[in-house]
C-alpha cells in the first residue's frame, strides 16, 4: 500500500508518499494555488508520477481554515444562546494584554451582535434542567437568519458542557427549519467549562465550516477523477488524523494542522537519533512556527488563541492543539522601511502570488528569500532542485529603495533584513523555552520547511542549543510528519471533584466512559493506544496543573503527591496544607498502526570530492563576507566533520553553516551542526 500526504504551506505545497512493500519514500513540490488549494495538491500529485489507483492511503494537511479566519473570508453566521448571554462574545475575558494602552480596541466578535439570538432555556452548573428549552422560539431565529442569508449557525447554551440535551434538541430543530445551514453544537466541540470561550469555539467552527466542506467536496472530486479512491483523512492540530467527514463537521480541529504534522515528525526523529529533548523549528514562506519537545512527548494545549499578540488578546479555541508558538516571519515575509525610517520585516507576506521578486512571477516588494539570494545563500540555479530559475536581476531591483534608504549597499541591505528576520524569530523561540523555564543548552534544535535550515544555524548560536539537525527532505518534512501520524481522538470532561475526599474509582468511572466513547469513535476499528492526564489545581487557584495518569491504576495519595510535585516543577512552590481540586480529564486515544520510520542512509557514492559543488562568497551577516564551500547533501559522506562557512544544497531546502562551526551527515541521514569549539 502507498500512503500518501500532501500539505499545503502559504508558498508551496508538497507531496510525500511511503510505499510500504518497498519502504520508500517518493516526494514532490510545487507552488501553492491561493485561490483554489486543491490545485498545488493535484500538481504534486502530477509530478509524483504515481498511479492514482496505487494509493491506498491519502492524508491532507493545509491552511484552508486558519486563512479563512485571519483573512475574515468565512461565510455568515449566527449564535443561538442562552436567554441573558447574548453579548458573551463581545464581553469577552477582562484580562487586557497591553494594560496601559488608553486605545485599545477589544476584538471585533466573528458573529455580529445582529445575529447572536437568546432563546429561553437553562440548565444548572451540574447540568440538570431548571428551565425547558423553548423550542418555539427557534422559529423566529430561523427566520430571520433566512431573511439575511446566513449559511452557518453556532449554539452554545449554559452548562451544555455537563449535559448537552438542549443543544442536542435545538441543533435538531434548526436542521429541520434550515436544511442548508450548517450547525455547530459547542457540546460537540468541546466539553469543557467557560463560555466565552465556547461560544467562541463554536462561533469560529461554524464561520469556517461552509468554507472547508466546499474545499473538500472539490478536492476529493479532483482526486476521484484520477482514480484516487482511497479513505481521505485530515490532519489534526492534535497531532493525529481524522476522516474527512470528521473533518467537514469540526474544522476547527484542522487550524494549525501543518504545523501539528511537523512536530509528530520531529518527535520520530528526536526517538530515531536519541534527541528526546527538542526545540521544533518550522520555517515556511509565511511564518515561522517552533514547539517543545520533552522527553519525546509534545505538548497538546486545550486553551488555544488565535492572532493572540502582546497587544491583541486574540480569540480563544478550546480545541487540543500541539503547544506551537507563531510569528510572521519567512521566506516570503515583505522587508520595508516605516514612518520613522527604520527596517522592519513582516508580517506581511509575498507568499506564492504573487510570490518573491526572484520568482519572476509577478512580485515586486523585497522579501526574505530575495535577501538570501543577494547574500549568496541560495543559488540562482539550483533553487528547487532546479524548477525554479531565480532572478537575482529582480531581487536587486527589489531591495534597491531600501539599500538608498539605508544609505549601504545591496548586499548588506539584505543581510540586515536577514538578520530582522531572524530577531522575529529568535523572540518566538525564548518564548517557547527561555520564557517557559526551560535551558535551550538543554536542548537540540530540529530545523525544517523550505527556511528552517538557511536560519536555524544563527539561531541555534543566539540561543545555546547543544546542536543543530536538520532532517531528511527539510522543505517537506511536515508532510513527512503526516505519514507518522496515526487517527486520534481527543477528549476533555470538565468534572469538578475534591481530590481529598474523592474516591479513586470515581475517577477511574469517568475514563472507563471516555474509553468507550473513543471505541465508539473509532467504530472498533483496529487496536487503540491511551494516553490519560487529569487536570487539578489548589483550592481558590484558577489554572490548573496536568498530571499524567494511567486508568485502572490511579489511587489518591499518589494522584495528589505528582500534582504537589508538578505545581512545585512549574510555580517552585507547594502548599501541604491546602485543599486541591480535581478539575478536568483528558484522553487521547490512538489507533495502533505500523508507520515510517527513519532508515539508515547508504554510503554508495559519497565523497568530499563528489559532494565539493563550488566555492563563492557568502554574507553571514555579523560574521561578514567569507568564501562559503557549496556542498551537495546527496553525496556528502558519512560520518565525517567538515568545517564552515558552508552551505549545503538539496533539492528542497538550503542550509546555511556559518565560520566556526563544523557539520557532519550521521548515518540516519540527519545533518548535525555544532561549534567547532
Request: glycine share 10%.
Amino acid at each position: 500500500m502507498i500512503r500518501l500526504a500532501t500539505d499545503v504551506g502559504g508558498t508551496f505545497t508538497d507531496l510525500v508518499a511511503w510505499d510500504e512493500a518497498d519502504d520508500r519514500l517518493i516526494v514532490a513540490k510545487d507552488l501553492t494555488t491561493p485561490a483554489d488549494q486543491s490545485g498545488g495538491v493535484m500538481s504534486t500529485l502530477a509530478l509524483s508520477g504515481l498511479d492514482g489507483a496505487s494509493i491506498g492511503e491519502f492524508v491532507h494537511g493545509g491552511t484552508t481554515v486558519i486563512n479563512a479566519i485571519t483573512e475574515r473570508k468565512g461565510v455568515r453566521t449566527a449564535l443561538v444562546t442562552t436567554e441573558g448571554f447574548r453579548d458573551v462574545l463581545e464581553i469577552g475575558r477582562g484580562n487586557r494584554p497591553d494594560l496601559y494602552n488608553l486605545q485599545f480596541e477589544p476584538p471585533r466578535p466573528f458573529v455580529p451582535r445582529r445575529w447572536r439570538f437568546e432563546v429561553r432555556e437553562r440548565l444548572d452548573a451540574d447540568g440538570r434542567v431548571v428551565t425547558h428549552l423553548d423550542e418555539a422560539a427557534l422559529e423566529a431565529v430561523a427566520e430571520a437568519c433566512r431573511r439575511d442569508g446566513i449559511e452557518a449557525v453556532a449554539v452554545c447554551f449554559m452548562h451544555s458542557y455537563r449535559n448537552p440535551v438542549h443543544e442536542q434538541a435545538c441543533g435538531k430543530r434548526l436542521s429541520e427549519l434550515l436544511p442548508d445551514a450548517a450547525i455547530t453544537l459547542s457540546s460537540d466541540l468541546t466539553r469543557e467549562w467557560r463560555e466565552y470561550e465556547r461560544s467562541s469555539t463554536a462561533a469560529l467552527n461554524a464561520y469556517v465550516q461552509p468554507i472547508i466542506q466546499r474545499y473538500f467536496d472539490r478536492l476529493e472530486d479532483r482526486l476521484l477523477s484520477v482514480s484516487v479512491a482511497a479513505p481521505l483523512q485530515a490532519m489534526q492540530s492534535n497531532g493525529g488524523t481524522t476522516s474527512f467527514a470528521s473533518a467537514r463537521a469540526h474544522p476547527l480541529t484542522l487550524v494549525e494542522s501543518g504545523p501539528a504534522a511537523g512536530v509528530n515528525g520531529a518527535v520520530v526523529v528526536g526517538r530515531a537519533a536519541d534527541l528526546p529533548d527538542l526545540i521544533a523549528f518550522d520555517v515556511g514562506g509565511t511564518t515561522a512556527k517552533c514547539s517543545l519537545i520533552r522527553g519525546g512527548m509534545a505538548t497538546v494545549r486545550t486553551d488555544y488563541w488565535i492572532e493572540k499578540t502582546q497587544h491583541h488578546p486574540g480569540y480563544p479555541v478550546k480545541a487540543p492543539v500541539v503547544d506551537i508558538v507563531e510569528v510572521g516571519a519567512g521566506g516570503g515575509s515583505i522587508a520595508r522601511i516605516d514612518a520613522a525610517g527604520r527596517l522592519k520585516v513582516g508580517p506581511q507576506s509575498a507568499g506564492a502570488d504573487p510570490g518573491p521578486a526572484c520568482y519572476g512571477v509577478g512580485g515586486t516588494e523585497p522579501t526574505v528569500t530575495d535577501a538570501m539570494l543577494l547574500t549568496g545563500v541560495l543559488d540562482t540555479g539550483r533553487f528547487s532542485d532546479g524548477r525554479i530559475a531565480l532572478s537575482r536581476e529582480r531581487s536587486e531591483a527589489a531591495y534597491r529603495p531600501i539599500a538608498e534608504a539605508l544609505s549601504m549597499g545591496l548586499t548588506e541591505a539584505a543581510a540586515s533584513a536577514v538578520r530582522m528576520a531572524e530577531a522575529n524569530m529568535i523572540n518566538a523561540l525564548k518564548l517557547i523555552s527561555v520564557q517557559r523555564g526551560h535551558d535551550p543548552r538543554d536542548f537540540a534544535m530540529l530545523a525544517y520547511g523550505g527556511g528552517g535550515p538557511m536560519h536555524a544555524a544563527a539561531l541555534g548560536r543566539e540561543l545555546g542549543v547543544r546542536e543543530i539537525v536538520i532532517p531528511r527532505h527539510p522543505g517537506l518534512f511536515s508532510a513527512w510528519g503526516m505519514l507518522a501520524t496515526a487517527p486520534r481522538h481527543d477528549q476533555t470532561r470538565t468534572e469538578p471533584m475534591p481530590a481529598e475526599t474523592t474516591e479513586a474509582a470515581a475517577l477511574e468511572a469517568v475514563f472507563r466512559q471516555m474509553t468507550a466513547e473513543a471505541a465508539s469513535y473509532f467504530g472498533g476499528d483496529g487496536a487503540l493506544s491511551h494516553t490519560a492526564r487529569i487536570e487539578l489545581r489548589y483550592h481558590g487557584q484558577e489554572h490548573t496543573v496536568s498530571v499524567a495518569v494511567e486508568p485502572g491504576s490511579i489511587t489518591m495519595p499518589a494522584l495528589i503527591e505528582a500534582f504537589h510535585e508538578a505545581h512545585r516543577r512549574a510555580y517552585t512552590f507547594r502548599l501541604e496544607d491546602t485543599r486541591v481540586e480535581i478539575i478536568h480529564f483528558h484522553l487521547a486515544s490512538e489507533q495502533v498502526r505500523r508507520l515510517p520510520d527513519l532508515q539508515p542512509v547508504k554510503g554508495d557514492g559519497r565523497s568530499r570530492d563528489a559532494a565539493l559543488l563550488d566555492r563563492r562568497p557568502v554574507h553571514f551577516g555579523d560574521d561578514g563576507t567569507h568564501e562559503a564551500a557549496i556542498w551537495d547533501r546527496e553525496k556528502l559522506p558519512l560520518e565525517t566533520a567538515l568545517d564552515g562557512p558552508a552551505i549545503v544544497l538539496e533539492a528542497t531546502s538550503t542550509t546555511r553553516i556559518l565560520p566556526g562551526q563544523r557539520f557532519r551527515l550521521d548515518g540516519l541521514g540527519l545533518l548535525r551542526i555544532a561549534e567547532s569549539g
